[in-house]
């Protein structure tokens, strides 16, 4: 199994930026997509961006350009970089891996990010 921790969240105001880090605990990482998905209060949980193992990214149309997804070199955490934040930003993200067969699936606890006007 893989426990998520997810770090790096706050209050910014727009324009601004935040690194969101997220921690991994378990065995055989590697072969996990990470990514980073944001719910707010009466909307869906949406996804963000997701890295697959081999580095390939994807992202949502709505952050493409102002998101940078990365994994380090040993699989064993994942970060999401935004800059030039919106108060659209403004959500709840949470961490997520699964396996490429697309089960089983894990979550982190979330970790908040408000961005001011």
């Known amino acids: 199994q893989v426990q998520l921790v997810e770090s790096g969240g706050g209050l910014v105001q727009a324009g601004g930026s935040l690194r969101l880090s997220c921690a991994a605990s378990?065995?055989?990482?590697?072969?996990?997509?990470m990514g980073w998905y944001r719910q707010s209060p009466g909307k869906q949980r949406e996804l963000v961006a997701a890295i697959f193992p081999g580095r390939t990214t994807t992202y949502a149309d709505s952050v493409k350009g102002r998101f940078s997804i990365s994994r380090d070199d040993a699989y064993n955490s994942v970060y999401l970089q935004m800059t030039s934040l919106k108060p659209e930003d403004t959500a709840l993200y949470y961490c997520n891996a699964r396996q490429i067969s697309g089960a089983p699936e894990y979550w982190g606890q979330g970790t908040q990010v408000t961005v001011s006007s």
């Open positions: 378990g065995s055989s990482f590697s072969i996990y997509v």
